[in-house]
């Protein structure tokens, strides 16, 4: 038997949820704080570095090859640029002439100020998002993810979680407003559209598959929304690097704080590897769970079907990254549309469409 | 396939003209069949009909599904008179077992054959065979870093090669070491093989896979009955409500055992707001005997929670009430005794009745109306059940006689009772008003055609029974995919190439490079920790090492105007033969 109903746990829940909202609202006005003053100040910096031109970059340059040139057998030049070394050599201030942050995506010296405070803000929203998803747990006395409301607020909890777990290794906070941004929309629309109050599983979801399979599928999603706003960047991105390489001007400064197409198609790449692994798993422990309930672990039921496709969708943005003349631009795409695709699965597949999934608890 | 890479070039324009104006010699049928297949297991085509795929299957969750409910397909095309029928050439009602789609997997699978199966047998020589030549000038290698032995560490520089080979043994490299006494000892070094392993088990699996589905629906059978409580079903053809076989089915599969159904749970939900009286728990006791001589077994069946049984697995799908009714024929003897099926209408468990009575005398008897367990009435005389608990359980029938044409032999649903041919005897609109039961009550028909008595509630289940003999090979098949996936993704392949020599003052120069097969960006990192183990293994203090920033990755050099190194360098890098490896990327 399930454990009880706590009405009162469910209500703090709410409360929770409500407050980190607002939290996340005002860390996303911090985020965008940060990308507009930070590209006045870069853009203050290159023009000052433009009038005082490139004489001061030499010296530096010649001390460290004289320093290191003792012991070597031949000297590499171009070794910076080489496609398939790490990400860490593509990017910079790259030799296009464009300024972009550094490809490695690690913290450099200097402060940004808001940048700080939006992170603080965002881990303080995490926390009580943590509450709010812990209470409401409770108050179900179950996983947090029986419905979709408790799928999105859980999810959304996820994907700030995870956001924030990338930001002690990598100097990600370029993602902030885009990611924060996706969190508040997800929690919106988990209140508004998706409202359910706490409530039992229905037969058909106690087991212990829902623990398994909803929360890979969770987590799996939250990295998918991870590289999606990597990829929309990368595009943003890859396109001003073009104008400005055609002799444009660069009208999108904040830009400045971003790392390079290449550096971004590096990174979401290798988080779209392990959320296909994820996707994977999802993908057959729902047909472990399919076989355990309904008799038969694939029957082209609509969630199955959209599940396929996404699986599908992104086993072609893999191998497109490995086809010449696909990746880049392309793959980016193909990225952005298999996160269209859980959207689709999770919004208007679970809510319009007839299917054996159809627990949204609406 | 993760790392086939088109060797095709971009053509420059003149290129491309010239081409085009070159006379091109005719292919013939066996040139025309080869260019044919190198086109579908290219790397492009491959891509492109995965994405077809994916676009392909959408449909399927756009329209009704024949396999998943044929009525609904029937429904739809009624429904749509202008294009139901043109969707149904289609074949938009059957996605997955249409032409087109299975032309697609079908392409996509031979695709994947014709790159697995060459791609298998060069890995496997790649396995046997040695690591590639030593490269002329590891300088150009993607990952390279220089040290230097001192003179005092007597270390010549066939001692550092086999220490560097140690190391690299050590750390699952399998290394060759070339001309360990000549002037410039090199060694190649390669590991993760693993990578490409991976990859072709986890797309020959998905081929398993989709064999063991295609065993699954030629061998497996699949079909529902109805119990009421106190039933027992037989492991039968005719045991069965409905029987879907598969294409090689063969009778002689089943094995004749049975399972009844003793008692049948359910827990409403009484303590949400929003939820109440939802069902929370389904719990059905079945008595089972592996076959008629068997022990029997007391089971519990649940959602979630199939039995299995004879090769079978069963699983509870739908539940509902029977209420059991006695019919009395105008002679007054019992025409029908028993639960009759309500099928499911609405909320709380508002169900439908139909009873026919073909055995009542002189006329049959047919009954249609609603079973209500918790009956309520409002104040526009209409009834709704508030509850799906036995509160107020109610029978609310109208009744009509005649003929129930069923002695035709034309098969009929029971949930359904044509009253075209039927004379009304009771119903709101007559004078006789219509039948409303308590259970424990019973109502005589008009006109001395008899009676009808409700005696009772009881509860029934509708359980599905499958066997799908496909189905272990293909979770096998699955797990092995996903190990495959997981050692492709993770596992590098990476060669390391180590050339040493001794420069003019007595020092041993060591120099080695990194190349990474596929993407790697874990290379700088191999590089780093190698840097730190042959410094160990030759005992170099840390750090101190000169070219250190060659390895760091951070410092470009692009400004190095010294060139102090070359000459020491010199007698280390030139002479790696006349016919000097290049790379191989």
């Given amino acids: 038997m399930p454990f009880g109903i706590n009405e009162t746990m469910g209500q703090y829940s709410e409360l929770f949820m409500l407050l980190a909202a607002g939290t996340y609202t005002v860390a996303f006005i911090a985020f965008a704080w940060d990308l507009a003053k930070s590209s006045k100040a870069l853009r203050a910096v290159d023009l000052k570095a433009a009038q005082a031109g490139t004489a001061a970059r030499v010296p530096v340059g010649a001390g460290v090859a004289t320093g290191s040139a003792g012991g070597r057998l031949s000297g590499p030049a171009d070794r910076a640029e080489r496609p398939s070394s790490s990400t860490a050599k593509a990017g910079g201030a790259g030799t296009d002439g464009i300024v972009t942050a550094g490809g490695d995506m690690k913290y450099a010296a200097e402060r940004r100020v808001p940048a700080r405070v939006a992170v603080a803000l965002t881990t303080l929203a995490v926390l009580i998002h943590a509450a709010g998803v812990v209470t409401r747990a409770l108050g179900a006395g179950r996983v947090p993810w029986g419905n979709m409301y408790e799928f999105l607020t859980t999810g959304a909890f996820l994907v700030a979680a995870v956001f924030l777990l990338s930001l002690v290794r990598r100097d990600l906070r370029f993602l902030g407003t885009f990611v924060v941004g996706l969190v508040i929309i997800m929690m919106v629309a988990a209140s508004v559209a998706f409202w359910t109050p706490v409530g039992h599983l229905v037969p058909a979801l106690q087991s212990y598959w829902l623990v398994i399979h909803v929360s890979i599928a969770v987590l799996s999603s939250a990295l998918f929304t991870l590289t999606f706003a990597m990829s929309a960047l990368q595009l943003v991105q890859s396109h001003r690097q073009k104008t400005v390489a055609a002799g444009g001007t660069d009208k999108l400064g904040f830009m400045r704080l971003v790392p390079s197409a290449l550096s971004l198609e590096n990174l979401s790449y290798r988080i779209n590897a392990i959320a296909f692994i994820g996707w994977t798993f999802t993908l057959m422990f729902g047909a472990i769970w399919a076989e355990k309930a309904w008799g038969r672990f694939w029957g082209w039921d609509t969630k199955e079907v959209w599940t396929f496709v996404i699986w599908v969708v992104y086993a ?47 | 396939m993760s790392e086939r890479v088109n060797v095709k070039k971009k053509q420059s324009a003149p290129v491309a003209e010239a081409k085009a104006q070159a006379a091109l010699p005719a292919l013939g049928p066996k040139g025309m069949l080869r260019w044919a297949w190198t086109q579908l297991t290219s790397m492009r085509t491959a891509l492109f009909l995965l994405l077809l795929l994916a676009v392909a299957a959408v449909p399927g969750s756009l329209f009704p599904q024949r396999p998943a409910n044929p009525a609904v397909v029937t429904q739809y095309i009624k429904d749509h008179p202008d294009y139901g029928k043109l969707l149904d050439s289609l074949q938009l009602y059957d996605v ?203 089971e519990t069946l649940k959602v979630n929670d199939p039995v299995s049984l004879g090769g079978t697995s069963i699983y509870l799908t739908g539940n509902g009430y029977a209420p059991v009714v006695t019919i009395r024929d105008g002679a007054g003897n019992v025409a029908m005794q028993g639960p009759v099926v309500a099928k499911l209408q609405g909320e709380n468990y508002y169900s439908s009745v139909v009873i026919k009575v073909p055995d009542a005398q002189p006329d049959q008897l047919g009954f249609v109306g609603f079973f209500l367990p918790t009956a309520f009435v409002t104040d526009k005389n209409v009834s709704f059940s508030a509850d799906p608990e036995l509160f107020n359980p109610q029978l609310t029938l109208n ?187």
Avoid at chain 2, 540 to 548: C, F, I, R, T
């Fill in chain 1, 316 to 362: 072609g943005y893999l191998h497109a990254r490995a086809t010449r003349g696909w990746t880049g631009t392309r793959a980016a795409w193909l990225s952005i549309v298999g996160y269209f695709c859980v959207i689709f699965n999770f919004t208007i597949v679970n809510t319009l469409f007839n299917g054996l999934h159809s627990y949204s608890g609406l």
């Fill in chain 2, 96 to 298: 997955y077992s249409s032409a087109w789609f299975s032309a697609i997997y079908l392409l996509l699978f031979i695709s994947l054959i014709g790159c697995v199966v060459p791609r298998a047998i060069a890995h496997y020589k790649a396995m046997r065979s040695q690591p590639p030549r030593t490269p002329q000038r590891l300088s150009r290698l993607p990952e390279y870093g220089t040290l230097v032995i001192p003179s005092g560490a007597a270390i010549p520089s066939s001692d550092a090669i086999n220490g560097a080979a140690r190391v690299l043994r050590k750390r699952g490299y399998r290394v060759e070491v070339r001309d360990a006494d000549g002037a410039l000892p090199s060694l190649g070094a390669e590991r993760g093989f693993m990578k490409e392993v991976g990859n072709l088990v986890f797309h020959t699996s998905l081929i398993g896979v989709l064999v063991s589905v295609a065993a699954g629906g030629l061998f497996g059978y699949s079909g529902q009955r109805i119990l009421v409580e106190g039933d027992t079903f037989v492991n039968t053809l005719v045991g069965y409500d409905q029987f879907n076989p598969g294409t090689n089915f063969q009778p002689s599969q089943l094995q004749p055992y049975s399972l009844q159904l003793d008692k049948f749970n359910i827990t409403f939900d009484r303590e949400s707001k929003g939820k109440f009286g939802q069902p929370i728990d389904f719990a059905a006791t079945v008595t089972t005997k592996e076959n008629p001589d068997a022990p029997p077994k007391q």
């Fill in chain 2, 399 to 585: 009744s009509y006689y005649g003929d129930l044409g069923l002695n035709k032999g034309a098969p009929q649903n029971v949930f359904e009772l044509d009253v075209k041919n039927l004379t009304p005897l009771n119903a709101r609109n007559l004078a006789a008003g219509g039948i409303t039961l308590a259970p424990g009550s019973t109502y005589t028909l008009p006109d001395g055609k008899g009676s009808i008595s409700f005696d009772g509630v009881k509860r029934y289940i509708g359980v599905d029974i499958h066997h799908n003999p496909g189905q272990l090979s293909a979770l096998v098949f699955a797990l092995l995919a996903v190990a495959g996936l997981i050692l492709s993704l993770y596992v590098n392949r990476r060669r390391v190439w180590v050339r040493t020599g001794t420069a003019a003052d007595g020092r041993t120069m060591v120099e080695y490079g990194l190349l990474a097969r596929g993407e790697d960006h874990r290379l700088a990192g191999e590089a780093a920790a190698l840097r730190k183990l042959f410094a160990a293994e030759w005992q170099l203090p840390d750090e101190a090492v000169p070219g250190d920033a060659a390895s760091a990755g951070a410092a470009p050099s692009q400004q190095s105007p010294s060139r102090a190194g070359d000459n020491v360098a010199g007698s280390v890098s030139t002479p790696a033969g006349p016919t000097g490896p290049k790379k191989d990327q």
